[in-house]
T-cell receptor, first 111, second 113 residues
């Protein structure tokens, strides 16, 4: 099946630092999404991207749909303790196919 | 508006048993997707239902099945449980079929002994 390569697998950062993570694929995707999962909960949708080159923000979060349509990036600015969790990228190849998820980036924030 | 609810939240079963998990989507949502989440494989798509019809199916054996009722509630069933079926089973709902903006429930943690 399709694979999304998400990196890094884990990150330890100081509170206040900026964070960057990315997702790449060998296939072209029509949609990219970023989710966050807290312990004991299901993933929560953070940002959805629909056009190549699109840059979208949600508060301190900014995500970009790569121009090649094979990658996406998520940046978190001025990290705070509640940013701790696992961040997943997900892509949709075409309109009637299921989402494919990356394996996640585990973010730890040191106060 | 209430979110996606899943019951039960935790289950312990033994090999060979069968299990049924339930999902109630957000009010007004007609599409329900099921995923299996494990540390090794991550989130793997199981199936999607819309208006009581299965629209998509992932690469899982026939022991995994599901259905959707007329009120959009969905159930998934796993028969002849194996140790490897231990996982967090997540349900996600969306308004339309093939909708990529999916809203997830908290999951059912299944442990097979």
């Amino acid at each position: 099946g399709q694979q999304l390569n998400q990196s890094p697998q884990s990150m330890f950062i100081q509170e206040g630092e900026d964070v960057s993570m990315n997702c790449t694929s060998s296939s072209i995707f029509n949609t990219w999404l970023w989710y966050k999962q807290d312990p004991g909960e299901g993933p929560v949708l953070l940002i959805a991207l629909y056009k190549a080159g699109e840059l979208t923000s949600n508060g301190r979060l900014t995500a970009q749909f790569g121009i090649t349509r094979k990658d996406s990036f998520l940046n978190i600015s001025a990290s705070i303790p509640s940013d701790v969790g696992i961040y997943f990228c997900a892509g949709q190849l075409v309109g009637n196919t299921p989402l494919v998820f990356g394996k996640g980036t585990r973010l730890s924030v040191i106060a | 508006k209430a979110g996606v609810t899943q019951t039960p939240r935790y289950l312990i079963k033994t090999r060979g048993q069968q299990v049924t998990l339930s999902c109630s989507p957000i009010s007004g949502h007609r599409s329900v997707s099921w995923y299996q989440q494990t540390p090794g494989q991550g989130l793997q798509f199981l199936f999607e239902y819309f208006s009581e019809t299965q629209r998509n199916k992932g690469n899982f054996p026939g022991r995994f099945s599901g259905r959707q009722f007329s009120n959009s509630r969905s159930e998934m069933n796993v028969s002849t449980l194996e140790l490897g079926d231990s996982a967090l089973y997540l349900c996600a709902s969306s308004y339309r079929d093939f909708d990529n903006e999916q809203f997830f429930g908290p999951g059912t943690r299944l442990t097979v002994l």
